[in-house]
């Protein structure tokens, strides 16, 4: 093209390094984007992310960290500063900065880098960039899963300092990740947290904490938060009456467990678990 006279314009470079990330060669789609700065044009958002997301999928998560730093960062601001924070990756609007984190983090989780991911809570803040629900979800749900259900619970303060209200998501982890330290009391503190400050509990929710009770051989306090569910407006599915159906069953709690199986049955969700 170029020996014909043909200069490339910005539209043709973006095809050539999504064609080259597409065929995972991303030493060349680097090139390329090495020759968009050489011939003075400004690489777009689209550019960017697709070389971002590209070395993410690589696991190259440092390189992926540094192109952002040393490369995109400013650009991004300006772009975020030009269309309002929002643009389009994928047919989803998402903000540049919460997209990069949550990629980052979902992949060093996988990964097992815990200590990365700390450290990456510590940069959040130092740029003082503004994380969404989503990002501190990640973290809460990461932490959680490898045992730093402390550091959890400190960055669900921080989401509330922030203004960001934790989701049914992140309280469950939370929830989950006390049981296994056997931090029973704890996960009721956490529980009831939830429940005062007019948070919709699911019954997924519901169920988790049923269960853990049950597992427990807390077949009041199981019992209590059914009658809860049922006050607030939550009705049980068929998993939750199974749970109840079982620990009765194994308490020989035979005519209450008859019961809870009755109602199932009226209620037409007998079939989904039988």
Known sequence: MELKGIHGDIVIFRIFINSFCQLSQITLAFSVFSKILKLGYEPDVIILSRLIIDLHRKRQFKEACNFYDKVAF?????????????????????KVVIYKYNKIIDGLWKDGKISCILALIDEIHDRNERA?????????????????VDMAIGLVRKMREKGIVPDEHAYTSLMNGLWKVNRFNDAQEIFQDFLTKGYRVSVHTYTVMINDLCKRDLLDEALNLWS?????????????FKVMICALYEKNEIQKAKKFLQEMIIRGLYSMTS
């Open 74 to 94: 400013n650009i991004y601001q300006k772009f975020l500063a030009e269309e309002h924070g929002v643009y389009i990756i994928r047919e989803s609007k998402l």
């Open 132 to 148: 969404d629900g989503m990002t501190y979800t990640s973290l809460v749900v990461a932490l959680c899963k490898e045992g730093y």
């Open 228 to 240: 809860m569910m049922k006050d607030n407006g939550c009705m049980p599915h068929a998993e939750t």
